[in-house]
């Protein structure tokens, strides 16, 4: 069965400063790769996904991740931050398209004035 | 576009009664839709997967006798947690899967039984 690591729990960055979310997943072929936001109260948001092909994906809100075979690695990037980016976030796998998704168990990102 | 609403958005139950929840995708049909589950603070599980006109495969572990799950049409799936008790209350999340294999989630469905 896949599974996916997010090993920060929290993370807290100055408005304005550039972020990375790191994102590590486990399964025999190349998955279905996702990123999501869960902000307080609202649903969760899709933030972009991979799938094939160009292996630097460009999503919503200015987040770009790029996907990484070797280090079986999906790290979420953003250029600069804002402080409405304060939410969780979410990586998340799946064997095919009409699979359901595995989660990793999230980042929660703090953003500092 | 990709619009999944849920109904209720929170419900309050006796122990002992059971509840419906709704999932709809508004503005696209899904032939497939997901219902997940997420505790305080911790990440989604995935609970079932709904097929519309078809059974429900429900993930190890989870009583398919206790979560029943219908998708009667294109656009709707509901999960009703029978013969609810404290420990079902939780956080209940569906999504709905379009043509491009993109899942869009529901807002959720928050459930307290006393």
């Known amino acids: 069965a896949q599974s996916v690591t997010q090993p920060d729990i929290h993370i807290t960055v100055s408005e304005g400063a550039s972020l990375e979310l790191r994102c590590n997943y486990s399964?025999?072929?190349?998955?279905?790769l996702f990123w999501y936001v869960q902000s307080p109260g609202q649903g969760l948001q899709l933030l972009l996904k991979?799938?094939?092909?160009?292996?630097l994906v460009q999503g919503i809100k200015g987040f770009e991740a790029e996907f990484k075979r070797s280090q079986s690695s999906f790290n979420l990037r953003k250029p600069s931050v804002h402080w409405s980016d304060a939410a969780e976030y979410f990586c998340?796998?799946?064997?095919?398209?009409?699979?359901?998704?595995?989660f990793g168990k999230g980042t929660h990102l703090i953003i500092q004035p | 576009g990709a619009v999944v609403s849920q109904h209720p958005s929170w419900v309050i139950c006796k122990s002992g009664t059971s509840v419906k929840i709704e999932c709809r995708s508004l503005?696209?049909?899904?032939?497939?839709m997901f219902w997940y589950r997420q505790f305080p603070k911790q990440s989604l599980m995935l609970m079932a997967t709904?097929?519309?006109?078809?059974?429900?495969?429900?993930e190890q572990g989870v009583e398919k006798d206790k979560f029943l799950i219908n998708h009667a049409s294109l656009t709707l799936s509901t999960l009703t947690v029978t013969s609810a008790h404290p420990e079902d209350s939780s956080f209940y999340i569906c999504?709905?899967?379009?043509?491009?294999?993109?899942?869009?989630f529901g807002p959720g469905t928050r459930l307290l039984v006393l």
């Open positions: 999504s709905a899967r379009d043509q491009s294999q993109t899942q869009y």
């Open positions: 399964y025999g072929a190349t998955p279905y």
């Open positions: 991979y799938f094939s092909g160009d292996t």
């Open positions: 998340a796998v799946a064997r095919g398209g009409a699979d359901g998704l595995t």
């Open positions: 503005d696209f049909q899904a032939t497939t």
């Open positions: 709904s097929n519309e006109g078809s059974k429900a495969t429900y």
